[in-house]
């Protein structure tokens, strides 16, 4: 345990090395992330008057960003599958980065809610023993237990498959084996959960819909790889990481039988809305066209259905969808598209019309943004210090004795 303890530290400390663009990137995202602190202190000691929501909506920027991410760690289960399952070699040699992505939503998501929460500390309210989570009974409960439990397995494989490498032997699958196997329904249950957080309000119309569940799951699986194809590029570039492009080219393809499915149902319930009538389509009726002289999403609705549309098609046909060009032209679509539709045009539809029939078109204020800047910045400096570790092991440069047998 000592020699374990000594080699991780040793390890630790590749996260201080690097040349000038890596200091002057950390130096990048500390000045966001201060930022970000600065503006949430300000929050905090003057309460959520500092943000745009109110009570007629009362979910914002935070809530969005939260939803998105969540879908981006659980696209870490198109990696698994085809990994650890099919033994697919390309991929097999990547899982890890998606992985350690996965890590890095989560603790996002986390940040999300709690910057969410008007006084933080009474997060403890939900803790088990020391609260009352009311367990099973309450979704945010559930909510609370898969995150957590996907936080943790996700960050057990990963770092089992470093020390592993960092001692120069093979992971046993008869170890993380039957952690591979609950990553994956645990996956499927991050995000189906939150979208039952949204089902079970019965108050609220615009979310009742009993396909809003696989529709997360196939926003995420578009979303996810695709902030990970740019990724993997930027890594392959910028380190000693091989990676082949069938890898990247079978995930392009994976995600545009994804965005598919996505599409498809999103037209589905469009259709069921518009075309039944009735007060209950107020709310996509305010997303779409505007509702009495309302238009504040309709712009960013239809830009997002313009980018996943056209995204689609450049993964459609391999011609394109193998040309890194217009792949990382796809990616980029699909990111903006997705993260409009299942961030603004998810949560704030939901609120509109309210409880008496007025219209309250929020827009987040400049705190908000930077405080979500500040998240994003946190998110982007744990990857890359959770990439610093692991490449040098990944790659082989650093290398432990050990008296295993």
Same mark, same amino acid.
């Given at each position: 345990?000592?020699?374990?303890?000594?080699?991780?530290?040793?390890?630790?400390?590749?996260?201080?090395?690097?040349?000038?663009?890596?200091?002057?990137?950390?130096?990048?995202?500390?000045?966001?992330?201060? =930022?970000?602190?600065?503006?949430?202190?300000?929050? &905090?000691?003057?309460?959520?008057? #500092?943000?745009?929501?109110?009570?007629?909506?009362?979910?914002?920027?935070?809530?969005? /960003?939260?939803?998105?991410?969540?879908?981006?760690?659980?696209?870490?289960?198109?990696? !698994?599958?085809?990994?650890?399952?099919?033994?697919?070699?390309?991929?097999?040699?990547?899982?890890?980065?998606?992985?350690?992505?996965?890590?890095?939503?989560?603790?996002?998501?986390?940040?999300?809610?709690? !910057?969410?929460?008007?006084?933080?500390?009474?997060?403890?309210?939900?803790?088990?023993?020391?609260?009352?989570?009311?367990?099973?009974?309450?979704?945010?409960?559930?909510?609370?237990?898969?995150?957590?439990?996907?936080?943790?397995?996700?960050?057990?494989?990963?770092?089992?498959? =470093?020390?592993?490498?960092?001692?120069?032997?093979?992971?046993?699958?008869?170890?993380?084996?039957?952690?591979?196997?609950?990553?994956?329904?645990?996956?499927?249950?991050?995000?189906? !959960?939150?979208?039952? &957080?949204?089902?079970?309000?019965?108050?609220?119309?615009?979310? /009742?819909?009993?396909?809003?569940?696989?529709?997360?799951?196939?926003?995420?699986?578009?979303? *996810?790889?695709?902030?990970?194809?740019?990724?993997?590029?930027?890594?392959?570039?910028?380190?000693?990481?091989?990676?082949?492009?069938?890898?990247?080219? %079978?995930?392009?393809?994976?995600?545009?039988?994804?965005?598919?499915?996505?599409?498809?149902?999103?037209?589905?319930?469009?259709? %069921?809305?518009?075309?039944?009538?009735?007060?209950?389509?107020?709310?996509?009726?305010?997303?779409?066209?505007?509702?009495? *002289?309302? #238009?504040?999403?309709?712009?960013?609705?239809?830009?997002?259905?313009?980018?996943?549309?056209?995204?689609?098609?450049?993964?459609?046909?391999?011609?394109?969808?193998?040309?890194? +060009?217009?792949?990382?032209?796809?990616?980029?679509?699909?990111?903006?598209?997705?993260?409009?539709?299942?961030?603004?045009?998810?949560?704030?539809?939901?609120?509109?019309?309210?409880?008496?029939?007025?219209?309250?078109?929020?827009?987040?204020?400049?705190?908000?943004?930077?405080?979500?800047?500040?998240?994003?910045?946190?998110?982007?400096?744990?990857? +890359?210090?959770?990439?610093?570790?692991? !490449?040098?092991?990944?790659?082989?440069?650093?290398?432990?004795?050990?008296?295993?047998?």
């Amino acid at each position: 345990m000592g020699s374990l303890v000594r080699n991780f530290f040793i390890a630790l400390r590749q996260i201080f090395i690097g040349g000038r663009s890596y200091y002057l990137w950390i130096a990048f995202l500390s000045l966001f992330i201060l =930022l970000g602190f600065s503006a949430y202190i300000d929050q &905090l000691n003057r309460g959520l008057i #500092t943000t745009a929501m109110r009570d007629q909506v009362s979910w914002g920027l935070y809530i969005s /960003n939260f939803t998105f991410l969540v879908g981006v760690a659980a696209a870490a289960v198109l990696l !698994v599958v085809p990994a650890y399952l099919y033994n697919f070699k390309p991929i097999k040699e990547i899982v890890l980065f998606g992985e350690l992505l996965a890590v890095t939503a989560i603790t996002m998501c986390i940040l999300f809610i709690l !910057v969410d929460m008007g006084q933080p500390l009474r997060v403890w309210h939900i803790l088990p023993f020391i609260g009352a989570m009311h367990f099973p009974a309450s979704l945010l409960a559930w909510d609370v237990v898969v995150l957590n439990g996907y936080l943790a397995i996700n960050g057990i494989i990963a770092f089992y498959v =470093l020390y592993r490498l960092s001692i120069g032997k093979e992971y046993s699958m008869s170890v993380i084996g039957p952690l591979i196997l609950l990553s994956i329904p645990w996956a499927v249950s991050i995000h189906t !959960v939150t979208a039952f &957080l949204y089902n079970g309000l019965s108050s609220r119309p615009f979310w /009742n819909a009993s396909i809003l569940a696989p529709r997360f799951l196939a926003s995420a699986f578009c979303s *996810g790889p695709a902030i990970m194809l740019i990724l993997f590029q930027i890594i392959r570039n910028r380190s000693e990481v091989e990676i082949d492009n069938k890898a990247i080219f %079978k995930i392009a393809e994976l995600i545009a039988y994804a965005m598919a499915i996505n599409l498809f149902l999103l037209g589905s319930e469009a259709f %069921k809305e518009f075309y039944s009538g009735g007060i209950d389509s107020y709310s996509i009726q305010y997303l779409y066209f505007g509702l009495h *002289g309302k #238009t504040g999403l309709v712009p960013w609705m239809w830009a997002a259905s313009l980018f996943n549309i056209t995204a689609f098609f450049l993964f459609l046909f391999p011609k394109t969808r193998e040309n890194f +060009t217009t792949l990382n032209i796809g990616c980029v679509l699909i990111i903006m598209g997705v993260y409009i539709e299942k961030g603004m045009g998810l949560i704030v539809p939901g609120f509109i019309p309210d409880a008496l029939g007025e219209i309250y078109e929020y827009s987040p204020t400049t705190a908000e943004i930077i405080v979500t800047m500040g998240i994003w910045a946190i998110g982007a400096l744990i990857y +890359t210090l959770l990439l610093k570790f692991a !490449v040098p092991i990944y790659t082989g440069k650093l290398r432990f004795e050990t008296k295993e047998r």
